[in-house]
Structures are given as structure tokens and as C-alpha cells.
């Protein structure tokens, strides 16, 4: 089965610097999704990634796939607390089955 | 539009007992995809429902069920519930069934605390 994990598990960033979060996958991607997720709370989806060496960006989020490597990274730049929360990674399996299988999720906290 | 919508929001059963849990999708997405959220596991799909037909389930005991009406609405039930099944239960919506190139959009979840 599929396993994504994702680096680093955890980060403290200083408002204003910027980041880059990790997903790597133990098989081909198919597909890969980034949510946001504060806690407690559902999952907001922030973009989908279809293409080796796709890339797209949302106001300060830019997320870029690599097939070759199986990852895929996210990178927020110059962060603001409204930034804070879980970031996970999601993942199709290609064949339609078995829904989407998700990373740990990286806990983000942004130090004022 | 109005997103997806998750009913009741908290809930709180003792060992032994059922629960439903209900998921209204996006208005014209027809596939519904249920996950248990535990800080031990993470995200795991439970089912995927689309035209209420039941495409996909994920590795959970027979205790976990599901369904999708022809609104495309949904519900699942656990039975003699267990303390581990406290957890967040998402439900996703999506125009499409399958997972691989679709866009997924959550609830807000309900949080269920077996006692």
C-alpha cells in the first residue's frame, strides 16, 4: 500500500520568513493534494497536483510536483499567522480504489 | 455554493452503543468518501459511496457501515462502539467518484467521544 510521509513533522517559523514543507511517496503519485487543516477542524484544500514538474500557486502558497522523485513540496512565502495549522499531503492510488491516502501532516506555528 | 455539511458537530456515546453520522455533499457532487481522523493513525479512508453505490472501503471491521440516498446524502453508522473509535470523522465530496483527479472537499467533521 501506499505511504506518504511528510518532513518535518513539525516547524516554528518567524512571521515573515519563508518555508518549505515535504511529501514524499513510497509509490508513483497519482495525483497529489495539499489541504490545510486547523485543529480540530475539517480540511481545507489548497491545490492538486496532477504532472511531473506541475506547479501552482495560491496568494503565498506555491506547491510544485516531482514525479521522478515521487514528492512533492509546499512552500509558503513570507508566512503570516493566518498560516498556522496542519498541512497534510494526499494521495490517489491510480486506479480509482481505495480513497485517498494521507501523510502525518506537518503542524505549523508561526512566532509572532 | 455551499460547502460540504457534517451533522451533529460532537458527539459523546458510551461502549456497546450505535451512532449515525450524516454528510450532505455539494450540491451536484455525487461521490461521498468517509475518513477517521486519530492523532495515533492519521487520516484513514473508511468508504467511498457514488450514485449509492458503495465503490471502495477502506481496511475497518465489519462494525462500520455506510450508505448514500438518492440526494446523494450520506450516512454512516458504527455499531458496539468501542473506545477506540473515538475519533474526527470527515466526510469528502466530489463530483466524481474515484481519487485520483478529483478535487476532494471536507467537512467540517463530527467529533465522537466513546465513553
Known amino acids: 500500500s501506499q505511504e506518504l510521509e511528510q518532513s518535518p513533522q513539525s516547524l516554528i517559523v518567524q512571521e515573515g520568513k519563508n518555508l518549505t514543507i515535504n511529501c514524499t511517496s513510497s509509490k508513483t503519485l497519482y495525483g497529489l493534494y495539499w489541504y490545510k487543516q486547523k485543529y480540530g477542524e475539517g480540511l481545507i484544500f489548497l491545490m492538486m497536483?496532477?504532472?511531473?514538474?506541475e506547479e501552482k500557486s495560491h496568494e503565498k502558497i506555491t506547491a510544485k510536483l516531482d514525479e521522478k522523485k515521487q514528492q512533492s513540496s509546499l512552500h509558503i512565502t513570507a508566512s503570516q499567522p493566518s498560516h498556522a495549522g496542519i498541512y497534510l499531503c494526499?494521495?490517489?492510488?491510480?486506479?480509482?480504489?481505495?480513497?485517498?491516502?494521507f501523510g502525518k501532516g506537518t503542524h505549523l506555528i508561526i512566532q509572532p | 455554493k455551499a460547502g460540504v455539511t457534517q451533522t451533529p458537530r460532537y458527539l459523546i456515546k458510551t461502549r456497546g452503543q450505535q451512532v449515525t453520522l450524516s454528510c450532505s455533499p455539494i450540491s451536484g457532487h455525487r461521490s461521498v468518501s468517509w475518513y477517521q481522523q486519530t492523532p495515533g493513525q492519521g487520516l484513514q479512508f473508511l468508504f467511498e459511496?457514488?450514485?449509492?453505490?458503495?465503490?471502495n472501503k477502506g481496511n475497518f471491521p465489519g462494525r462500520f457501515s455506510g450508505r448514500q440516498f438518492s440526494n446523494s446524502r450520506s450516512e454512516m453508522n458504527v455499531s458496539t462502539l468501542e473506545l477506540g473509535d473515538s475519533a474526527l470523522y470527515l466526510c469528502?465530496?466530489?463530483?466524481?467518484?474515484?481519487?485520483?483527479?478529483?478535487?476532494?472537499?471536507f467537512g467540517p467533521g463530527t467529533r465522537l467521544t466513546v465513553l
Open positions: 459511496y457514488f450514485s449509492e453505490t458503495q465503490r
Open positions: 494526499g494521495a490517489g492510488s491510480g486506479g480509482g480504489a481505495d480513497g485517498l491516502t
Open positions: 497536483l496532477q504532472k511531473g514538474g
Open positions: 469528502a465530496s466530489s463530483l466524481l467518484p474515484g481519487n485520483s483527479y478529483n478535487e476532494q472537499f
